[in-house]
Nanobody, 118 residues
Framework: VQLQASGGGLVQPGGSLRLSCAAS????????AGWHRRSPGKQRELVAA???????TYGEFVEGRFTIARDNAKKVPDLQMTSLNVDDTAVYYC?????????????WGQGTLVTVSS
């Protein structure tokens, strides 16, 4: 399984970006998928995730600014980000968690850099 994140870049405060994650390989029995991020000097944190049930989870810092939604055409849904601020500067990683031979495994993309700066 390979994940390729894209869509990062430089954006001004208040701007928007949409991150995408292309998934390939033998993928089945997905339990959750979404995005984490790692800001400079901080630990990796959850941004948004969607469960196989369709329920979504967001990091507390999101505060309604980001959206993740199920897309049947994609294994990992896009992350729509609005009202970006400098604290959102980070490398964003897509992930996919699925059962492989009955055991949970998590796969990660290589990350895409989002820089929020004026």
């Amino acid at each position: 399984v390979q994940l390729q994140a894209s869509g990062g870049g430089l954006v001004q405060p208040g701007g928007s970006l949409r991150l995408s994650c292309a998934a390939s390989g033998r993928i089945s029995d997905i339990t959750s998928a979404g995005w984490h991020r790692r800001s400079p000097g901080k630990q990796r944190e959850l941004v948004a995730a969607i469960q196989s049930s369709g329920s979504t989870t967001y990091g507390e810092f999101v505060e309604g600014r980001f959206t993740i939604a199920r897309d049947n055409a994609k294994k990992v849904p896009d992350l729509q980000m609005t009202s970006l601020n400098v604290d959102d500067t980070a490398v964003y990683y897509c992930y996919l968690r699925m059962n492989v031979l009955g055991l949970p495994r998590t796969f990660w993309g290589q990350g895409t850099l989002v820089t929020v700066s004026s």
